[in-house]
């Protein structure tokens, strides 16, 4: 599976954005699909994931803020972010598991595909 993340921009704090992760090579509808994002100096951290079974999971400082949604005719999940903040500013990577994969779907380690990364920049 290849992805490919896009969406990413300069934006004021309390503003929005939209990020989408094409994939090519196989369908995601089989596969939980995660956004992940990464600081300067930081970890590569857990934002959302939207599992196979059709559910979805959160990092709690995002909760309320984004939503993770899944188009299985354009083979594309997108990040919606709304009332960004400063310290929503990373790079912002999406990321695929095996198909029918188990696990919590909060750690990098569990997922077996990665895109690119896009940057998010949100000004104060």
Request: aromatic share 14%.
């Amino acid at each position: 599976v290849q992805l490919q993340a896009s969406g990413g921009g300069l934006v004021q704090a309390g503003g929005s954005l939209r990020l989408a992760c094409a994939a090519s090579g196989d369908t995601i509808s089989s596969r939980t699909m995660g956004w992940f994002r990464q600081a300067p100096g930081k970890e590569r951290g857990f934002v959302a994931a939207f599992r196979w079974t059709g559910t979805t999971g959160y990092a709690d400082s995002v909760k309320g803020r984004f939503t993770i949604s899944r188009d299985n005719a354009k083979n594309t999940v997108y990040l919606q972010m709304n009332s960004l903040k400063p310290e929503d500013t990373a790079v912002y990577y999406c990321a695929a598991k095996y198909s029918y994969s188990g696990g919590t779907d909060y750690y990098a380690t569990e997922y077996n595909y990665w895109g690119q990364g896009t940057q998010v920049t949100v000004s104060s």
